[in-house]
């Protein structure tokens, strides 16, 4: 199957508070010797990596140490050296291949050094890497049609940048200076970066530093596993008119939300939420806006972009992770009404929508085209699901199978009825994994919650 595989497996880590805690958690598990556990053969591929000639993992896990900062992590009790890699799989110093179930967190949509984006990156290489956007360049015009014609309603002007953290700051800022209000609405669990207006709307301790986050306001989380109103959407988005009611002046500036939680634990919001939210919202003069950085590219598999999944059609779209396939890009999309405001003064960014990236980013949209990678989410994620929710009626300790497509999680439980997190299992079953030709699926250490990716 020449298709990229996205499921997460999903796990509760109250206790800690810094997801640096994983590798020292991880080190105090003892898994079961590797006869022990099956290990199934992997079908043929028909690619073989060239012999690696680089250092080996120890002396690469020291320079990190030593020269690295030293909030960088790693996973598993060793540390997979990741060398190669070719469509759906990874594979290590030694030549062995893994199944890729976590590309580059929500990333690698169209698969690892994929011919025709390799072949557009460099061309575009050969030919001009880099100048400025004060200069004309085809490459930004091309992809900026072409991700608008994806967009629903008046959503086609297009701003780029390199991360999604840096495309939900500029929405957040665009929202601000468009309503005159400074007040934000988000989810408890979301995240959207870690910069300083994007840490303000993260709500996972884990993600946020004690600097100066003003002006946001966490609604309740549409969490219908663990929320108090289940899959009720419309009971939960009162609670939005409460904030508004209660702790504004009555206006705001704008709210901002996942379709479906990535780092939060693959939380798909309750049905029937955005609309009424979003209501609440406008109804306040503020914009709403999705952010598509990890749920959109086709991921859904039944939509191209999560926010559609819900019926609404929001103020603002961000992305990033999947529009660049690695590269790093992302981009803002808007209304031409509201992209005006960013015309008050000199708004301008140094490499977004520079030729090289922009070139692999409408090669990777033409890629996704052309091999109807949605309709392979639709399809591989239905199956993948069906088959999960199988293990879940077999075994006591699955808790929950949820989202849909190719962004999939299961979380694990010691206790259904009180859905007790299977911390120490959940890390159990990643190394496991790891033995098994498979890398993990992303286990993202969040503390005060109840689930995280």
């Known amino acids: ?54 250092p080996p993992a120890d002396e690469i896990l020291a320079k990190r140490k030593e020269y690295l900062s030293p909030s960088l992590f790693h996973f598993f009790n060793k540390p997979l050296n990741v060398v190669d890699g070719k469509m759906q799989y990874l594979f290590d110093e030694n030549g062995r291949r893994y199944l890729d179930g976590f590309g580059g967190i929500a990333t690698v949509c169209c698969g690892h050094c994929h011919p025709d984006v390799v072949d557009a990156i460099v061309k575009q290489s050969n030919r001009i890497q880099h100048s400025t956007v004060l200069y004309l360049n085809h490459a930004i015009a091309d992809f900026a049609e072409a991700l608008a014609s994806k967009m629903p309603g008046n959503l086609k002007v297009v701003f780029f940048t390199n991360s999604g953290t840096e495309a939900n700051e500029l929405a957040l800022m665009i929202a601000r200076l468009y309503t005159g209000c400074h007040d934000i609405i988000s989810l408890r669990n979301g995240y959207h970066g870690n910069a300083g207006a994007t840490m303000g709307a993260t709500a996972q301790s ?42 504004t002046t009555g206006h705001v500036a704008g709210f901002i939300s996942e379709s479906i939680q990535g780092v939060g634990g693959i939380i798909e919001l309750a049905p029937g939420y955005l609309p009424a939210a979003y209501g609440s919202v406008k109804k306040a003069g503020g914009l709403c ?116 497509g190719l962004m999939l999680g299961v979380e694990l439980v010691t206790d259904r009825r009180q859905k007790t997190p299977a911390k120490s299992e959940s890390i159990h079953v990643m190394e496991q994994m790891k033995g098994m030709c498979s890398t993990h699926p992303f286990l993202q250490l969040s503390s005060g919650l109840p689930s995280s990716s």
Request: proline share 8%; hydrophobic share 35%; net charge neutral.
């Open 289 to 404: 806006i999705a952010d598509e950085v990890q749920a959109g590219f086709g991921r859904m598999g039944s939509h191209f972009w999560g926010f559609e999944t819900q019926g609404v059609v929001p103020d603002i779209v961000t992305m990033a992770k999947g529009i660049g396939n690695g590269i790093p890009l992302g981009a803002v999309v808007t209304t031409p009404e509201i992209a005006e405001v960013l015309t008050r003064r000199s708004y301008f960014n140094t490499f977004g929508g520079n030729p090289l990236c922009t070139a692999a980013g409408l090669a990777v949209l033409k890629v996704m085209e052309k091999e109807n990678l949605q309709e392979n989410a639709l399809v591989v994620g239905s199956y993948l699901k069906k088959r999960l929710t199988e293990l879940k009626d077999k075994y006591e300790i699955i808790g929950d199978v949820r989202g849909r």
């Open 206 to 247: 884990s993600w946020k530093f004690n600097v100066i986050q003003s002006g946001v306001h966490h609604a309740l989380n549409p969490d219908p596993y663990r929320g108090v109103f289940g899959s009720d959407g419309e009971k939960y988005a009162k609670d939005v008119q409460d904030v508004i009611d209660f702790g």
């Open 1 to 54: 199957m020449k298709r990229f595989i996205t499921k997460r497996l999903l796990s509760s880590t109250n206790s800690l508070r810094s997801p640096r805690c994983f590798s020292q958690l991880a080190q105090n598990q003892t898994p079961l010797p590797e006869n022990e556990v099956p290990v199934p053969k992997p079908p043929p591929f028909d690619y073989s990596p060239p012999p690696y000639t680089g």
